[in-house]
């Protein structure tokens, strides 16, 4: 019995076995923040089983607390026990009227006694606020749907076709894309004072035909539905060709140009490219057309301008070079929408209720019977400050 006892404290009351749910987040934090794969954190999977398994644990405490707020005694004498304790020169009875007369509560042994304290109330609001937290969030996991796209000026692209998308990333049970509107981009802004980032002007027409123009911002997201539809950035794709002097093709394919976090002199877009005996790097001027090669191998570094559709081709060195193409793509996400009202409301709770707890705390006495008097253990000012005990 008293093993059942440790056990179901260790569950329901002492916050070291809560410790183990914080491994897995460790982990993905650590591995966000340097770079480097680490166990369990390949998918969402281990994550997801985690919060579900803390909010359960979480709801189990919370009901706990729940059900002890009507109690006169809440934490029980089993609990958090000192050690230390003082032996008083008085009966345990005098003691125990003593207290009483102060609003302390017994159990039936009268053994053990505590005052009501707003502190238990912040525990329980504590735990109100994360389980809030953790089931709202896991709910939004398995509703989860997030799709990116890249797309020019064009035709409309129907957002409620899974083939549309370049990559999608659904839950369980995730939000069906079917009452997504057709989109079509009628124009690119390139990053200047007004748009920083670039921006997009898009078009959303509805089933129903209904159409409404929208400039998409990064970082400002436009809602539809149940949905956010927003630009992450501007992507330039040139296909970079590279030839060598009597060897044929060393390289033929379409590089990723992304914005760079800074200006590297004039060009703001850069993108890295791999062939099989080469390697390099394009930097990119919009304004000008204007693109920077840089073409690596082995110890041999060669550096060339090219402008997109003046030069057909320019010869550096044993290098050929061209540029037969380019594209303009807008990379767009689209991500049902989560409950962040909820979820940051499930926070400050959680956080009102901690600082309750460590603020205010338990007021818990323990008396026992001895040849001198009254051997008393105490938790909290409270007592001390009634039986006068120099601590």
Known sequence: MKAESKLSRLVLVSPWSLLIFLVIPLLVILSITLHFRLPLVGSTTPLFVNNVCFAFFVACRLLRYIAGMRK???YGAACCRPRQSVTLPSPVAEVRALLGKAGYSFDADGGYGEQRDIGYLGTTVMYCGLFILLSVGSWDNLRQFSGV?????GPATSLNKIESYLSINKGL???SPVSLPRMQIISQSLPDSTYPKGATEVVLTSEDGKAQKYTLIPGKPVSYGAFDI???KLVFQPQIVIKYTGSGTLFDGLVTLDPLVQKRGVYSFYGLFQGVILGGGVYYQ???NMLMVVITRGNEKVVTDLAFQVDQQVVKGDYILSCAKMGQWSEIHVIHRRHKGLLV???I???IGLLLRVAIRPQRVWLEEAPEGCVVRVVGNEAIRLLKITV
């Open 286 to 288: 919009p304004e000008k």
């Open 149 to 153: 796209l890249r797309d020019g000026m």
């Open 349 to 351: 709770i959680a956080i």
């Open 345 to 347: 409301a499930g926070g």
């Open 230 to 232: 927003s630009m992450a």
């Open 173 to 175: 049970f995730a939000a």
């Open 72 to 74: 006169s005694v809440r």
